[in-house]
């Protein structure tokens, strides 16, 4: 067993429905009208993400002499980098949470006649500002890297960071 554990490592389908997850979020804030088709359109994309994102590059007839480029397949190209950020950053979170608990209850072996402190509360702390600015910076870059415009990048980068903001 390594030292290191990524998300990577994660099932399949664990990380796919983390990453399915936020990205329905953002489609709902950026593209409302896809969530009709949110489900279908990821099964696609998890499938094959490189025919996916392929498909998404033609415009498609929606009716009425209307097209439309789905933005869905680009978001999950975007969020699933971030989610991997996430993954790690909280993986290493816990064991250096866990290291502490260890230190301490291994310490209250040592202290048997002082009272034990009360168990830290349960939780999830919310992202610092500097890991917001690192899930935007890794979300940015797979928005650019799927070539999305720098106005759509942008704009797709920040709606990753505001659907991991608490509302």
Known sequence: ???????????????????????????????????????ENAAE?????????????????????????????YVLAVVAPVVQFLVTTMVEAVAEESATHVVDLVRRRFLRGRPADDEPAGGVEPLSEEQLRQVREVALRAAQGVRLDDGQANLLADAVVGGLVKR
């Not at 389908?13 to 969530?35: F, K, S, W, Y």
């Not at 994309?45 to 397949?73: H, I, Q």
């Open 45 to 73: 994309y998890f499938r094959d993400p490189r025919a996916a994102l392929k498909s998404g590059d033609r415009d498609e007839p929606v009716g009425f002499g209307l097209d439309m480029v789905m933005m869905t397949p």
């Open 1 to 39: 067993m390594t030292d290191e554990v990524t998300a990577a490592q994660l099932p399949p389908d664990a990380r796919n429905g983390l990453v399915a997850e936020l990205a329905e979020i953002v489609i709902e804030r950026t593209a409302p009208e896809e969530l009709v088709l949110f489900q």
